[in-house]
């Protein structure tokens, strides 16, 4: 079976997958572009994409029976495909649940104390030499330990940010899902995501991406949050509405943000770049060589399932 793979990825990853598939990877760290999306479909009886290939409804209603029957996603999101045309179209949909989760959760606890504690902004400071020494009052941020968290989605990955904010951290974890969780500490449900904006000192944006949560993080909520609050952003960029972001900043709404994903990425818009308040990674979160191949493993392990006609075992 031909496999296309659509980025580099670490080398036991590929050496793994040549000796399962006739396999092609990709030179470029870009999406692919719409023909190469078709031509994907076209070609291949697998394909390993990741974030950015967007195989959208369009793109399957532009490439007839395509031979393509597996999208094995590198990756837990996979709002860059349309399953639903996917599946119509005849083709699977499988992720890597389970790899990415604390990993993910360890960048958000980074940019929780980098933005509380001014890391970013401290760093930048030594490094431009204008630095004039230690003194009592420089400096001064946010003293995370036994404040209020607010997770917004409390799956896996937002129950392990809780955890490591409940047990490394002391603090209070409020949440809002779709049901109830049974967990390992105490945590309170919000009736609303306005109600849990109202209360927190740091909240925690851990939902899938999609059309069901675009631009769910908005004015609203940032007219709910206290002046001192923070909010993180380890999920997907769309989920925020980022100009109502850059106007909560500009206008002291909330003291500050920590994001390691943006509305248009790689775009980040000049105002965001332009403060000191706000922290910013290049979408980090599962960013270590260990994580990245366990997640190549895992998505073959969906593509091997399949050619052995096998259950798959991250059907999405």
């Known amino acids: 079976m031909r496999l296309l793979i659509t980025r580099p990825l670490p080398a036991p990853v ?5 000796t399962l598939f006739d396999t092609t ?7 692919l572009t719409r023909d190469e999306l078709r031509a994907a479909l076209r070609d291949y009886d697998l394909v390993l994409p990741t974030l950015g290939d967007a195989f959208t409804a369009d793109i399957f209603a532009d490439t007839a029976a395509p031979r393509c029957k597996l999208l094995a996603n590198f990756g837990v999101g996979y709002n860059h495909i349309d399953v639903d045309a996917a599946r119509a179209a005849g083709v699977e949909v499988t992720n890597t649940p389970g790899a990415v989760t604390d990993a993910t959760a360890d960048i958000a606890m980074t940019l929780i104390l980098m933005s509380a504690r001014r890391a970013g902004e401290g760093e930048r400071l030594v490094r431009s030499g204008a630095w004039q020494g230690w003194h009592p009052t420089q400096m001064l941020g946010m003293h995370v330990t036994g404040r209020h968290v607010g997770i917004v989605g409390m799956g896996r990955i937002g ?24 967990l390992p500490f105490a945590a309170t449900r919000a009736a609303s995501l306005t109600e849990l904006a109202e209360t927190v000192d740091l909240l925690v944006i851990a ?29 997907r960029g769309e989920i925020v509405d980022e100009a109502a972001l850059i106007a909560a900043l500009e206008h002291g709404q909330i003291a500050g943000a920590g994001l390691d994903v943006y509305e248009f990425e790689p775009q980040v818009p000049d105002a965001l770049r332009a403060m000191d308040q706000v922290v910013l990674l290049p979408h980090l979160g599962t960013a270590s060589l260990t994580v990245r191949t366990s997640m190549g493993m895992m998505a073959l392990d969906n593509l091997d399932a399949f050619a052995r006609g096998a259950a798959l075992p991250n059907r999405v």
């Open 159 to 182: 129950q392990a940010i809780a955890q490591r904010c409940h047990f490394g951290f002391g603090m209070q974890v409020s949440y809002v899902s779709r049901s109830a969780k049974d």
């Open 25 to 31: 990877t990709r030179d470029s760290t870009a999406p």
């Open 207 to 235: 939902l899938p991406g999609g059309a069901e949560t675009r631009h769910m993080i908005g004015a609203e909520t940032f007219r709910a949050m206290q002046p001192h609050a923070h909010l993180i952003n380890i999920a």
């Open 14 to 18: 590929l050496e793994r997958a040549g």
